[in-house]
């Protein structure tokens, strides 16, 4: 059964860039029905996509983040990460990492990290 | 990009209830429609996808229903466990979720 885990600092200063990881277990990031994605969501507010990765590198990004997102995949380690340059207030948020298969639906979902942007 | 319109934002119910969600696209999106379910504090959890075939796992009280830009999902009989916030998803082209409906005690 596949599992989900999000680690990464819970405090980026503004102007920096934001760094999480995703660790899959109980599958690999090399299934091929899988792309592997991230979710937000700021306190209070829905849910907003981020961006999606296949495991050859192929991705798909939220064209209103996109000239600051970086997905990437590691399938050594099973792993895929996010980056997001200059992080201001409104990137505040939890951050899920979710399976996204055939770029359709979401699952299974990590629990969610949150990360908080401020001096 | 596409908008998603759900409606209403707030429901209260009772137990036994029959709730529907509606979610309204703002230009056809065929059968591209999944719902999900969200506790305070947890991650969503898939109920519907691709409108109305129902995720392994979920009971079967969840459907969902329709095509193009109306969509609907209903709740026979609300359980005490089906508090919670529910979001209609898209992914056609991209991926965008509507603003979502809070299920809550009457």
């Known amino acids: 059964q596949l599992q989900m885990q999000e680690s990464g600092p819970g405090l980026v200063m503004p102007s920096a860039t934001l760094s999480l990881t995703c660790s899959v277990t109980?599958?690999?990031?090399?299934?091929?029905?899988?792309?592997w994605g991230w979710v937000r969501q700021p306190p209070g507010k829905t849910l907003e996509w981020v961006g999606s990765?296949?495991?050859?590198?192929?991705?798909h990004y939220n064209p209103s983040l996109m000239s600051r997102v970086a997905i990437s995949a590691d399938t050594s380690k099973n792993q895929f990460s996010l980056k997001l340059s200059s992080v201001a207030a409104s990137d505040t948020a939890v951050y899920f990492c979710?399976?996204?298969?055939?770029?359709?639906?979401?699952?299974?979902w990590g629990q969610g990290t949150p990360v908080v942007v401020s001096s | 990009d596409i908008q998603m319109t759900q409606s209403p934002s707030s429901l209260p119910a009772s137990v036994g209830d029959r709730i529907t969600i509606t979610c309204r696209a703002s230009?056809?999106?065929?059968?591209?429609l999944n719902w999900y379910q969200q506790k305070p504090g947890k991650a969503p959890k898939l109920l519907i996808y691709?409108?109305?075939r129902l995720h392994r796992g979920v009971p079967s009280r969840f459907t969902g229903s329709g095509s193009g830009t109306d969509f609907t999902l209903t709740i026979s009989g609300l359980q005490p466990e089906d508090f919670a916030t529910y979001y209609c998803?898209?992914?056609?082209?991209?991926?965008?979720f509507g603003g979502g409906t809070k299920v809550d005690v009457k």
């Open positions: 109980g599958g690999s990031i090399s299934h091929r029905d899988y792309y």
């Open positions: 230009q056809s999106i065929g059968h591209f």
């Open positions: 990765i296949y495991y050859n590198g192929s991705t």
């Open positions: 998803q898209q992914s056609y082209p991209e991926v965008t």
């Open positions: 979710a399976g996204h298969l055939g770029l359709v639906a979401f699952d299974p």
């Open positions: 691709v409108a109305s």
